[in-house]
């Protein structure tokens, strides 16, 4: 009688190969994790710094750079500005960041890890420009 299949020990030392590869791929795939965590607050900072050297130049522009309080409409969104910068409840706006990047006073927050954050801070006047912190707690 010919035998077909495979045998009980064959099975596992397949499952035991399975279980090892299985371990060392598992902490590089949370490495990655982090580092798409990284990049994704990163290229949101080099968004918002785009978004305040644009509407800047355009209110340098507009000559309303040294005005306190006003709103300045770029690409068809109204965007409130400070000191020819955006404000800070506007930068999320004005940088188009999208629903997975949250702001709470000035403080960029990636949803889906709260600790990966970095700061805006809006001008506090004609000769205090805004500003970009680092990114950090990713």
């Not at 060392?24 to 982090?34: E, G, I, M, W």
């Not at 005005?67 to 910068?85: D, F, I, R």
């Not at 800070?88 to 949803?111: F, K, M, Q, R, W």
């Amino acid at each position: 009688m010919k035998q077909q299949g495979f045998t009980l020990i064959e099975l596992v030392m397949v499952i035991v190969i399975l279980g090892i590869l299985a371990a060392t791929a598992l902490p590089k795939f949370a490495s990655l994790q982090a580092d798409a965590r990284t990049a994704s607050i990163q290229a949101a900072a080099g968004a918002v710094k785009s978004a305040m050297a644009i509407s800047h130049a355009k209110s340098l522009v507009d000559g309303t750079d040294a005005t306190a309080s006003y709103n300045l409409v770029l690409e068809g969104t109204t965007v409130a500005m400070e000191y020819g910068y955006p404000a800070d409840a506007a930068i999320h706006l004005a940088a188009g960041l999208g629903s997975e990047y949250a702001n709470a006073a000035g403080v960029i927050t990636l949803v889906s890890n709260t600790t990966c954050t970095f700061t805006y801070t809006e001008a506090a006047d004609a000769s205090t420009p805004a500003s970009v912190g680092a990114v950090t707690g990713c």
